[in-house]
């Protein structure tokens, strides 16, 4: 998959950060950038220190978004980028009940493997900032 993104400081003295991406998900099904809210999958990340430990992340289940923020006085994060369901698509929206709605997302989920997971990418703080990183992204 290819992605587009960037860390952003947001705070410097507390620390804050936030990574924004732009990528093509759901345009081979119909959905164009002004519609991303609608598409059936979406792009979640997970950001972390080399402890694991998580700093931020943004995984789904609200509206959807293409940002996560996260706090850190780590030199190095790791972004670790992966597709999911966007339980919120308009895809499944002819379904008569919400039993009939979950059985669908849950078929369409497992249909295409998801949550697909991708290598982790390291950024160092101090001279990654707001620098544009177009990337294609690798399976796990």
Partial sequence: MKILFEV????????????????????SEGY????????PKEVWCVITNDRK???GYYQGLS?????AS???????????FMTGLNFFTDKFA????????????R???MDNKLPIHFEPIQ???KSDLRKKIDIELKEK
């Fill in 8 to 27: 952003i400081p947001e705070d410097y003295e507390r620390n804050l950060y936030s990574v924004e991406w732009k990528d093509t998900l759901g345009q």
């Fill in 32 to 39: 164009q950038k002004s519609n991303l809210i609608k598409r």
């Fill in 53 to 55: 430990d998580t700093l």
């Fill in 63 to 67: 509206t959807a978004q293409t940002f």
């Fill in 70 to 80: 996260f706090q850190s006085k780590d030199t190095i994060v790791t972004l670790n």
């Fill in 94 to 105: 002819n379904e008569q009940s919400m039993v009939d709605y979950e059985k669908t997302a």
């Fill in 107 to 109: 078929d369409y989920s």
């Fill in 123 to 125: 950024i160092n703080l």
